[in-house]
């Protein structure tokens, strides 16, 4: 009901095995059942946006088991969010972290679980969902199609293949897409608007398309890019994701 409804999206399966062994020990408490449900969510997502049970996982644990007992849960739980999730993570550090490669990155695989619980649409999609082509083992394409920003120098597989290059998108469209420059296809897309008939994707209303922006944090200036605003693209598109990982986050 968080929006992770893969295995492939788990990063870390200490910090799962952690969250439900948080959810067997507030369900003795007197906390309401659907404020359990709430918190050990939002424990989740917290522990996994921080890599908290990464790195001496073993001691973490240890500490938070005696501070929760100690304090109850949800102070403890008020001081580590307070602590760890200022607006400087969420405008800075989430951002800087999205500056990876990585499509199994921890950061990435939350802002997929954003989108499930969303109920988003893919890239240019009126009808597939995020969820669905998860389930189905979808591919993630690239915003800025790859063999495009290879022809245009970009030759590094760490550069076009950055997680805010990624979308997931179904595979007809990506394949009209090929290797066109966004300037190009989405002019294509903005067009199909006004026939009536669906080139690349399904869109074919100029609203549903902004919305569409919206949920898959596409910059609204996308009709507008070459090669050489690849690098402001991905900027700005880290930007968006870690906003809509926030709003998720406060949404639980």
Not at 1 to 7: K, Y
Not at 122 to 147: C, E, Q, R, Y
Not at 165 to 173: E, H, I, R, S, V
């Amino acid at each position: 009901s968080a929006g992770f409804i893969s295995e492939k999206m788990i990063n870390s399966k200490i910090t799962l095995d952690f969250a439900y062994s948080l959810y067997l020990t507030l369900n003795k408490t007197l906390i309401p059942k659907p404020q359990i449900k709430r918190l050990v969510q939002k424990w989740y997502v917290l522990t996994t946006l921080t890599s908290r049970y990464i790195t001496s996982p073993e001691s973490f644990m240890d500490r938070d088991i005696r501070a929760m007992v100690e304090k109850g849960f949800v102070e403890f739980f008020s001081e580590i969010e307070a602590a760890v999730l200022s607006e400087t993570f969420w405008d800075i550090g989430l951002p800087q972290n999205l500056e990876t490669s990585a499509p199994k990155s921890p950061y990435f695989n939350v802002y997929l679980a954003s989108q499930v619980y969303s109920g988003d649409t893919a890239f240019l999609s009126v009808s597939t969902k995020i969820s669905d082509l998860i389930n189905i083992m979808g591919d993630i394409h690239h915003v800025f199609p790859k063999g495009y920003l290879i022809e245009n120098g970009v030759n590094e597989a760490s550069k076009y293949n950055q997680v805010a290059n990624y979308a997931y998108m179904d595979t007809q469209a990506n394949i009209s897409i090929g290797k066109k420059a966004p300037v190009d296809y989405i002019a294509e897309v903005v067009n199909q608007c006004n026939t009536r008939i669906p080139i690349i994707g399904q869109i074919i209303d100029l609203q549903t398309l902004m919305n569409n922006f919206v949920a898959n944090c596409i910059p609204d200036n996308i009709g507008d890019l070459r090669a050489g605003d690849y690098d402001d693209f991905l900027k700005e598109r880290r930007k968006l994701i870690a906003r809509k990982i926030k709003r998720f986050y406060e949404a639980l």
